[in-house]
T-cell receptor, first 109, second 113 residues
Framework: LAKTTQPISMDSYEGQEVNITCSHNNIATNDYITWYQQFPSQGPRFIIQGYKTKVTNEVASLFIPADRKSSTLSLPRVSLSDTAVYYCLTMNRDDKIIFGKGTRLHILP | DGGITQSPKYLFRKEGQNVTLSCEQNLNHDAMYWYRQDPGQGLRLIYYSQIVNDFQKGDIAEGYSVSREKKESFPLTVTSAQKNPTAFYLC????????????FGNGTRLTVT
């Protein structure tokens, strides 16, 4: 069973900031939080990973509260090409890596 | 360039035949994974291997078999015992026992009629 819960789908408009929240109530102390993006008929692609507080890279930010029971992926100023499925995972060094159903993000013009 | 190669991209088979999907990586990664994806669904773990000559069942291993004789190769055989084999199959790798993210291949779409 997936260890995370995400909204099934979201719509937004070009140029907006999009926030996708993931719930992981049973996250373990040694788990990291990782987000992937998947386009149709392609393998998922790594976006960002973090353990606590805030992580930012060139494509996204990841916000993790102190209790680590949830996380929020933030995509600034989305474009049509950001339409994809976004997966949130918790992972550690020893466990198998399990994906949930993901969030289907649809960006409208 | 380093990466993961899955071949072929499309595969067609008759019901009752075994079929083997290829996955090769030149990233020098220790761990490799096989996932299955059905239309509109997430990825489900079939098998994974964290080191050569060792592999573990995932959540949906029934009807599938794997081998890991070489570090760079992790072929998946879909046997005739798999009741619904038509799906998109994804192979991935990661360096191993650390927090490095998965690198995925571009998948093989298997159709069994």
């Amino acid at each position: 069973l997936a260890k995370t819960t995400q909204p099934i789908s979201m719509d937004s408009y070009e140029g907006q900031e999009v926030n996708i929240t993931c719930s992981h109530n049973n996250i373990a102390t040694n788990d990291y939080i990782t987000w992937y993006q998947q386009f149709p008929s392609q393998g998922p692609r790594f976006i960002i990973q973090g353990y606590k507080t805030k992580v930012t890279n060139e494509v996204a930010s990841l916000f993790i509260p102190a209790d680590r029971k949830s996380s929020t992926l933030s995509l600034p100023r989305v474009s049509l090409s950001d339409t994809a499925v976004y997966y949130c995972l918790t992972m550690n060094r020893d466990d198998k890596i399990i994906f949930g159903k993901g969030t289907r993000l649809h960006i409208l013009p | 360039d380093g990466g993961i190669t899955q071949s072929p991209k499309y595969l067609f088979r008759k019901e009752g035949q075994n079929v083997t999907l290829s996955c090769e990586q030149n990233l020098n990664h220790d761990a490799m994974y096989w996932y299955r994806q059905d239309p509109g669904q997430g990825l489900r773990l079939i098998y994974y291997s964290q080191i050569v000559n060792d592999f573990q069942k995932g959540d949906i291993a029934e009807g599938y078999s794997v081998s890991r004789e070489k570090k760079e190769s992790f072929p998946l055989t879909v046997t005739s015992a798999q009741k619904n084999p038509t799906a998109f199959y994804l192979c991935a790798s990661t360096p191993g026992r650390d927090y490095s993210p998965l690198h995925f291949g571009n998948g093989t779409r298997l159709t069994v009629t």
